[in-house]
């Protein structure tokens, strides 16, 4: 494609493909997914019986989002993501809403993934210890001027982070059902109660939260009609079957008392097969899985604040796209927003709301594709949900059961989403006084 005369425009380039799809997909959702999430579930479960269960659950509602969503991905291929589905299906103060609070968790998840990291560069670096904060505000900084440089620069360190993390877990898992088998654990009567099934599932939605992640570049994919559906099933399926033989992996080679008591799994394992060295490895992958989640989060939510300005909901500038390729403005203000998360902390608090958001979202996404089906069923469709009505009604109830219980169990948690969320009326009214 070739390149604008001016150094800056409102338009976005078409740079990507399948390839950097399934690197957002996969590398997106995996980078930390694969680290504390395993402790996280079997914790909340209590016994092995119904890890492996809880995981499957998880990446079948994940496949189900991925089914319906990819059919508004390749309908409306625009920038913005949940945003941009929103406003088609529900007009502008939903979107608004939506748009607000998908930036606000990106950023969130971008702090606290970049805090995450910097606790592994601790361990590789002890004398780095105390300076966790640094080292993360550092990590975003670097990954911010990679994508300042350009979308092509930035493309490539996710394809980059995502291969190598890939090509790891991979060496790690098959060498893990070389070591003997972890001794049996008495199986106990009691089963997980409602509260700890709400936590197991919050912490597997976290795991699995970046399935949807190729819609945010739609606009800027060579072929979005065939590049995002296939993108997204092909990823989320790759995930799963990741999750799976992960969790089979560990739960064969480390006593379950071991598992729920390291924050990494995976670095037991390492130690067991290598020793001293393989810890060190698995802590050095932890760092790269981290980075590529981190570069993923930035790159959606600059998007995000791409298309609210330029949908006018935000200062126009915003919408300036670089020559090659980059939302400069927007990634400035995504990268400032992580970086004040993560000099106050406030990044930490809001951890429990981030997977309720993310569910709204999910919810929205599902009743825009029934929405739109009856509403604008003109409108063209390269790819058409499998299983329609059912699945993607499938994927709507669960989301709508995951939101309830989740306000009896954690009202707070709920209250403090809706608080946030709210914080996108005022934006609302602006825009449209401005309007």
């Known amino acids: 494609m070739a390149v604008p005369a001016s150094n800056s425009s409102s338009r976005l380039l078409r740079l990507l493909g399948m390839g950097f799809g399934l690197a957002v997909v996969v590398g997106g959702t995996t980078g930390t997914g694969v680290l504390r999430s395993p402790r996280e579930v079997a914790e909340a479960v209590g016994s092995p019986n119904g890890v492996l269960l809880v995981w499957l659950a998880g990446g079948f509602y994940a496949l189900l989002g991925a089914n319906s969503i990819a059919e508004l991905g ?27 609070g998908d930036w606000v968790s990106s950023c969130v998840t971008g702090a606290l993934v970049a805090l995450m990291m910097a606790t592994y560069v601790a361990g590789l670096v002890p004398e780095l210890t105390g300076h966790e904060r640094t080292v993360a505000a550092a990590a975003v900084g670097v990954l911010g001027l990679i994508q300042w440089r350009g979308l092509r620069e930035a493309s490539r360190a996710q394809e980059l982070t995502a291969l190598l993390m890939a090509l790891a877990l991979a060496v790690l898992l098959v060498g893990s059902w070389w070591l003997p088998a972890a001794p049996a654990l008495h199986k106990g009567a009691a089963g997980p109660g409602a509260l700890a099934l709400v936590v197991a599932f919050q912490a597997v939605i976290f795991a699995y939260d970046g399935w949807y992640a190729a819609i945010y570049f739609a606009e800027e994919d060579h072929d979005p009609a065939r590049a995002v559906p296939r993108s997204m099933l092909l990823g989320v399926g790759l995930v799963i079957f990741t999750y799976a033989l992960l969790n089979a992996a560990l739960l064969h080679t480390l006593p379950f008392s071991q598992l729920v008591a390291t924050d990494l799994p995976l670095a037991e394992v390492a130690d067991r097969l290598l020793g ?25 939510a600059t998007r995000v604040l791409f298309a609210l300005s330029r949908d006018g909901h935000l200062p126009r500038p915003l919408a300036q796209v670089h020559e090659r390729g980059t939302p400069r403005p927007a990634l400035l203000v995504a990268t400032g927003l992580t970086l004040v998360l993560l000099a106050t902390g406030s990044a930490e608090q809001l951890l429990a709301v981030t997977s309720i958001l993310f569910v709204s979202y999910y919810g929205v996404g599902f009743g825009a594709v029934l929405w739109l089906r009856r509403t604008a069923p003109e409108l063209p469709r390269p790819y058409r ?26 009202p707070g948690n709920t209250l403090l989403a809706v608080g946030l969320v709210a914080g996108s009326y005022p934006l609302y009214k602006l825009s449209t006084r401005r309007h």
Request: net charge positive.
């Open 74 to 100: 390749a309908m409306l291929p625009q920038a913005g993501g949940w945003y941009g589905y929103a406003h088609r299906a529900f007009g502008e103060f939903v979107a608004v809403v939506v748009g607000w």
């Open 276 to 300: 001293a060295w393989g810890r060190r490895a698995m802590l050095a992958v932890a760092v790269l899985g981290h980075l590529g989640v981190l570069n993923s989060v930035l790159l959606m």
């Open 385 to 410: 949900a499998w299983g329609y009505p059912y699945t993607t009604g499938l994927a709507l109830l669960v989301s709508i059961g995951f939101l309830i219980s989740n306000a009896v169990a954690e």
